[in-house]
C-alpha cells in the first residue's frame, strides 16, 4: 500500500492515536471538504486523515461534501481510503460495539452530489462514464483489514449488506423491517454516495463499520444518542486496535 487516508469521525481523533505533523487546506473544483486534510503517522506509518462530520463535528451527513473530501484525499496523495463509520446494526450478530467490514451496499440516499461525471464546476468533460460497481468495495483493503483483525485477535463480522439512509433521522421500525426484507444487515447514513465516488476516482476504498446501537425496532427500547455515544466509545477502541495490527503489517 501506498498512502492510506482514513475517513472517520471524532472518535478517532480523540483516541489520541494519531500523530499530526499538519494541517493542509486543500481547494478542490467541488468547494470545500469537511476540513483540512490532516497529514500524520499512526503507529509509525504515513497517513491521512478527514474528519466526515468536520473538526467540531457539526456538517449532517445529507450535507457532507463528499466529492470534496474525495478530491482532497486523492490531491492530498491517497490512493486508498478507509473509511470508519457507525452504523445501526440490523443482524442479531451486529450488535452494539461490533465491527463489521461490509462487502455490499444498497442506497438509500437522495439528493446528494453522487458523481464526478456531470457538468458541474470542475466536473469531468469526458463523456458519461458508468463505473462498474459490482463490488462497491475494493477487495484488496478488505483482505487486509480482514488479516489484521485475525493476526490481532479482534472480533469483526466479514462481510454485510450496508442500507445507506438519508438521515438525518434514525429510521422507523417499519423502514428497518423493510430493509431486511432487502437483504441489509447494517444500516447508516455515510456510506454513499462516498464508496461510489472513490470508485469514480480510483481509489481503493473500504468500510469499518462500527455498531452504535441496534437498528430501530430490534432492541425494543428507543435509540439514545447517550447510547449511542457510549457504544461507538468501545467500538472506536476496537477500531484503534485494528489500526495498530493492520499498520504493523505495512
Ligand atoms: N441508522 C442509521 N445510521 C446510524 C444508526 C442507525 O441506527 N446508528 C448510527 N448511525
Not at 494519531?18 to 497529514?39: A, I, M
Not at 463480522?157 to 438525518?168: E, F, H, I, N, R
Not at 426484507?181 to 472513490?198: I, K, N, Q, S, Y
Request: proline share 5%.
Amino acid at each position: 500500500m501506498n498512502t492510506l487516508a482514513i475517513i472517520g469521525g471524532t472518535g478517532l481523533d480523540t483516541l489520541g492515536i494519531l500523530h499530526v505533523d499538519k494541517r493542509e487546506l486543500v481547494n478542490t473544483p467541488f468547494g470545500e471538504p469537511s476540513g483540512p486534510v490532516t497529514r500524520g503517522s499512526l503507529f509509525g506509518q504515513e497517513v491521512l486523515f478527514l474528519p466526515r462530520h468536520g473538526y467540531n463535528h457539526n456538517v449532517p451527513p445529507h450535507q457532507v461534501n463528499y466529492r470534496a473530501n474525495l478530491w482532497a484525499l486523492r490531491a492530498a496523495g491517497a490512493d486508498s481510503v478507509l473509511a470508519v463509520a457507525a452504523v445501526g446494526g440490523i443482524r442479531t450478530d451486529m450488535g452494539p460495539g461490533r465491527l463489521v467490514i461490509p462487502d455490499q451496499i444498497i442506497d438509500y440516499t437522495w439528493g446528494r452530489s453522487s458523481t464526478f461525471f456531470e457538468n458541474s464546476p470542475g466536473g469531468k468533460s469526458e463523456p458519461v462514464t458508468h463505473i462498474d460497481f459490482t463490488e462497491p468495495y475494493c477487495d484488496e483493503l478488505r483482505q487486509r483489514l480482514l488479516k489484521a483483525a485475525f493476526a490481532g485477535n479482534i472480533a469483526v463480522v466479514d462481510g454485510g449488506t450496508y442500507a445507506a439512509t438519508q438521515g438525518p433521522r434514525l429510521e422507523t421500525a417499519a423502514e428497518i423491517e423493510r430493509l431486511e426484507r432487502d437483504g441489509c444487515h447494517l444500516v447508516g447514513m455515510t456510506g454513499m454516495p462516498e464508496a461510489a465516488l472513490a470508485r469514480e476516482l480510483e481509489l481503493c476504498y473500504a468500510c469499518c463499520a462500527v455498531v452504535a446501537n441496534r437498528a430501530a425496532g430490534k432492541s425494543g427500547d428507543i435509540i439514545t444518542m447517550a447510547d449511542i455515544d457510549k457504544n461507538l466509545k468501545s467500538g472506536m477502541q476496537r477500531v484503534g486496535d485494528l489500526l495498530e495490527s493492520l499498520m504493523s503489517f505495512d
